[in-house]
């Protein structure tokens, strides 16, 4: 059942039961107040019977005409009185209530004499309801007997009255549930058009249109927190499907130039016969290029696995300084070959809950690539201090520096700050790529400060736990 459907169902069953509500206790209330008013009219009447016939004595008592006087209302209820003595005669009657109703038995009126009064409803043979009060007369002297005066309304006209009220509030009823039905659908659709439209929208978003967005402005509350959401979760999947297309085109790229190489140089030398000194040094070149391709793989499936990577890393507890100095001494001969001095200053007793080889691999590539881009002469720092709450690697180099405007992207994936180099076997672009991919899954950050002319420095700055 839709969402839209038990709205509907809801609000008009509820609306309805509050107006089924309000009616009964509306026709309760008319009920007991006809009653009420009933009642108090038979008193009224009781008490003028009562001071009209106090003074006569019994053999005076005279039967009135039993025409209805002309000047009495059209609906106005017959009033019927009688007065009994102990034995349960009739002392005297309203003309024709003998008809009516037949009179009280001796044990009914000796029932009464131990209370001040009676009332009953009563139906008549032929089916008329009547409301009936007997009250007790005491004797006026001290042998005399007491005597018992019934009054009796003739309720027809209220229940005829309370009939028609019934059958207008049947109609009343059935209406009600109509209209609260029909308003409980129309509400329901007002609320869920909403929900329609952001199932439209994103039933339209598809690979190529997901620069879509769903109009957050003019919706409920709730519906405002999930469209915003939504829409969050729109710019993330449009920023990795860009990510994504502009990566699959650096990866092709950066493959086709060393591929390239490798069928330029096998068709040249197939392409007569040569010594065997030409052909060793065609494979070496051909072993050349397949390990940077070897290389390039290996990168980026180390980035994607870290893209992906939801296990905790495996951490050791490891001294900073000694494996800084096993990073200087791998690539102390790279930098003499360079001409290129690296210094490490790092301080004894450091330790921290670190991934040994990705670290020692982060730090590597820092180095590579300061020696990279520092020119004859130049030096590189490595250096690295703990803080209160982690530990911070610094290399800084005095090499040729990087401008302001490409500083925002350098840790971009085959991004290049001289786009020359594109093509150098050592240089495709993903060096502070790993080094960032390395930090973040150590919960860590990477910061790099330049100045064209002056040198680079990158810190790479990790927790000291996870």
């Given at each position: ?174 209406a009600s549930l109509i209209l609260c039905s029909l308003g409980g659908y129309l509400i329901a659709r007002s609320g869920m058009r909403p929900i ?158 670190l991934n040994r080889t990705l670290f020692q691999q982060a730090v590597g590539n820092l180095i590579a690539n300061a020696i990279a881009h520092t020119s004859v002469g130049g030096l590189v720092n490595l250096a690295a201090h703990a803080e209160r709450n982690g530990l911070t ?74």
């Amino acid at each position: 059942m839709s969402i839209a459907v038990r709205m509907t169902l809801w609000y008009a069953l509820s609306a309805f039961a509050l107006i089924v509500v309000a009616t009964g206790l509306l026709y309760w209330v008319l009920v007991n107040s006809m009653y009420r008013e009933d009642l108090r009219d038979l008193a009224d009447n009781l008490n003028n019977a009562l001071l009209l016939l106090a003074p006569s004595p019994t053999a005076q008592y005279q039967a009135s005409a039993e025409q209805r006087p002309s000047w009495a209302p059209p609906h106005q209820p017959e009033i019927y009185l009688r007065v009994l003595n102990a034995g349960a005669h009739v002392l005297t009657q309203t003309p024709g209530m003998a008809r009516q109703l037949p009179p009280p038995s001796e044990a009914e009126l000796a029932a009464i004499e131990t209370r001040d009064g009676e009332t009953r409803d009563i139906v008549s043979p032929s089916g008329k309801p009547f409301l009936s009060l007997i009250i007790r007369i005491p004797g006026q002297s001290a042998g005399e007997r007491p005597r018992f005066m019934q009054v009796v309304m003739d309720r027809e006209h209220d229940e005829y009255l309370l009939a028609r009220y019934r059958e207008r509030l049947w109609l009343v009823l059935g209406a009600s549930l109509i209209l609260c039905s029909l308003g409980g659908y129309l509400i329901a659709r007002s609320g869920m058009r909403p929900i329609e439209n952001i199932d439209r929208t994103a039933a339209r978003i598809r690979a190529t249109t997901l620069h879509e967005r769903i109009e957050s402005q003019g919706l409920p509350t709730e519906l405002f927190g999930l469209a915003e959401t939504f829409n969050g979760m729109l710019d993330r999947l449009e920023q990795s499907f860009r990510h994504v297309w502009q990566f699959s085109d650096d990866v092709a790229h950066e493959l086709r130039t060393p591929i390239n190489n490798l069928r330029g140089e096998i068709e040249v030398a197939l392409s007569k016969s040569r010594s065997g000194e030409e052909y060793r040094s065609v494979l070496e070149s051909c072993l050349e290029e397949s390990a940077r391709i070897s290389r390039l793989i290996k990168t980026l499936l180390f980035l994607a696995r870290s893209d992906t990577a939801m296990d905790a890393l495996e951490r050791e507890k490891i001294d900073v300084g000694q494996e800084l100095q096993k990073v200087e001494t791998y690539y102390e001969a790279a930098a003499e070959e360079a001409g290129v001095k690296l210094n490490l200053s790092a301080a004894d007793g450091v330790y921290v809950n670190l991934n040994r080889t990705l670290f020692q691999q982060a730090v590597g590539n820092l180095i590579a690539n300061a020696i990279a881009h520092t020119s004859v002469g130049g030096l590189v720092n490595l250096a690295a201090h703990a803080e209160r709450n982690g530990l911070t690697v610094s290399v800084r180099d005095t090499g040729c520096g990087i401008a302001p405007e490409h500083l925002p992207r350098v840790f971009e994936r085959f991004y290049r700050v001289d786009q020359a180099r594109g093509g150098s076997s050592q240089n495709a672009g993903l060096g502070l790529a790993v080094v960032k991919s390395i930090a973040t899954r150590h919960g860590g950050r990477v910061e790099i400060d330049s100045e064209v002319g002056c040198g680079t420095e990158v810190r790479l700055i990790l927790p000291a736990s996870a």
